[in-house]
């Protein structure tokens, strides 16, 4: 979604404003544009549709000289992609320029009242009605823009990130938040602005992460000041960020997705460090050990999350249900936050979120907990909206996922989910100690299976190129590897643009089979558990109707393997473990697939890596 980036300091704004925006084009957008302020007193605004290097090219006859700046990267919610739709926005006199991530809801009233009052708009957005608002209060009130800001924010209902600069005050950058991510970076003398931390790390790891409702002014030379909209100060908590530049950077990889699929052993280590111990056969997680009560008071709990998160979540289910005992209902926070759900003060929702900003999950967080439930987060990036909506959680530490579609949080989240249920099944007694040995010692140790799948590279780039002829792929799991089939067809549908669904292999004659013929290509997840028989005659029945079986069998298999025409071997493990291997070569195959068809793997179109709209 939108990016927001901003600088005020000594330093050339204009590089910086650029880099940081190339940093934040994995989010996805369709538009980009800069605010300059120079030390002639101009302020300029350059916007262009399309990528960040069209509006290099379209700078680099500008002026771009100036200390000061802010910078959109935009992803049209009100009106289209276009040149005037894209940020920053002038205000009337063209005095106040503004870029804003999020949504303000009651923008028609807004600019209906404004327009009473003879303001001209002359794009779509919601945005161009604030930065007018702000212009209004500020000229009616004779205000400050950090007071006009303020006073202007409190008549808004909705979700904003903004920066906001004014040609007359070129030492001064206001900033505010409200539902929509933002971070200030806080160097020497200087400030960056970002709505995550990537256009921020390589100059300073010293961060205040702006708090919902709070407007903050930033100068030169100065210390930040923060009120919040009821007018109270606010004391800038200034945090380290626990993070590298190399991180943010494809590192020889040709893609971020590739360079993510080939980290998960390195993810999964930083997941389960100091909580797997190996040596003593014991998990350790501190959200679990302080609220072990919630959970053996818990009536049920409530899995909410989006997409990839809620395909980890379903993986959830049946390994809490399995090991713990504890009923699970698992929502698409979308649906849930609008069914009017039945939810118990003993509930626990357990929220999974790789950004933490995802917009339905956190209305579905706010929901529980006006019911009174426990909300547990499961989030990937530290000190998100998420991770400070919910009670407690656990990190999956998977470091920054800049690949559009999710790989290791996914994995990392499915690692959070099992330490949180072996440890939980073994208080509540529902785990026998031998049991959970064998659970910890598997999953202390599965990093290493993965290496060995991510070995077959090869063998599965060449597979993948056979397949780019396909409009459809079908994908069948059972049990623990159900959700894997949903997960393994939206990374394909994702990256690829081929249609596919994730389907419990029993189910496909209930419909699904009547797609099948000899151009289908059919992926099974087949390792060798309890239900391998049943599996079996499921790919018997795709056999007998001349699909073309790509299946992922366990080491040694014989029967699945001779009746594929392509076979991925995966390690033994633990059943419920399994989800850990074989989403990876799924994850390998889309990837090569999209490669071979041109696609564009980390930015694949309409998508968005962090969605904060509804
Ligand atoms: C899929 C993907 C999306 C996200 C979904 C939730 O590859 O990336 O489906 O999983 O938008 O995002 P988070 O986990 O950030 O809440």
Known sequence: ????????????????????????????????????????????????????????????????????????????????????????????????????????????????????????????????????????????????????????????????????????????????????????????????????ASPIIEYTNKVVYVGDEEVVRMEKDREMEIRNLSDSVIVPEITELQMDLSEIEKGGYPHFMLKEIFEQPRALSLCMNGR????????????????????????????????????????????FEQFCRIPVEVEVASEFRYRNPVIFPNDVMIAISQSGETADTLAAIELAKSKGAFIYGVCNVVGSSIARATDTGTYTHAGPEIGVASTKAFTTQ????????????????????????????????????????????????????????????????????????????LKLKEISYIHAEGYPAAEMKHGPIALIDEEMPIVVIAPKFAMYDKILSNVQEVKARNGRIISIVTKGDTQIKALSDFVIEIPETIECLSPLLTIIPLQMLSYYVAVAKGRNVDQPRNLAKSVTVE
């Open 1 to 196: 979604m939108c990016g927001i980036v901003g600088y005020i300091g000594d330093k050339d704004a204009f590089p910086i404003l650029i880099k940081g925006l190339h940093r934040l084009e994995y989010r996805g957008y369709d538009s980009a544009g800069v605010a300059l302020l120079n030390n002639k007193g101009e302020l300029h605004i350059f916007k262009t549709k399309g990528k960040v290097n069209n509006l290099e090219k379209y700078c680099s006859d500008k002026d771009v000289s100036g200390n000061i700046g802010i910078a959109h990267t935009r992803w049209a919610t009100h009106g289209e992609p276009s040149d005037i739709n894209a940020h920053p926005h002038y205000s009337q006199s063209k005095d106040i320029a503004l870029i804003h991530n999020g949504i303000i809801e009651n923008y028609l009233s807004l600019k209906q009242f404004l327009k009473d009052k003879g303001y001209i708009f002359k794009s779509e957005t919601d945005t161009e009605v604030l930065v007018q608002l702000i212009e209004y209060v500020k000229k009616e009130h004779k205000l400050s823009l950090y007071d006009a800001v303020q006073r202007a924010l409190s008549q808004v209902i909705g979700a904003y990130a903004i920066g906001v600069i004014e040609r007359q005050n070129p030492n001064v950058l206001i900033a505010a938040r409200k539902g929509s991510p933002l971070i200030i970076g806080v160097g020497e003398g200087e400030y960056f602005l970002g709505s995550d």
């Open 276 to 319: 797997v111990h190996e040596e003593l056969k014991e998990i350790k997680l501190s959200g679990i050990i302080d609220h072990i009560d919630r959970f053996r008071n818990a009536r049920r709990i409530l899995i909410s999350a989006c997409g990839t998160s809620w395909h980890a979540g379903l993986i959830g289910k049946y390994l």
């Open 414 to 489: 499915v690692a959070v989910l099992a330490m949180m249920v072996f440890a939980i099944g073994r208080e509540l007694g529902t785990v026998k100690q031998d049991e959970y040995e064998k659970l910890v010692t598997e999953l202390a140790f599965i990093k290493n299976k993965i290496e060995e799948i991510l070995a077959l590279k090869d063998s599965i780039e060449s597979m993948s190129k056979v397949f780019t002829y396909a409009k459809n792929f079908i994908y069948l799991g059972r049990g623990f590897n159900y959700p894997v089939a949903m997960e393994g067809a």
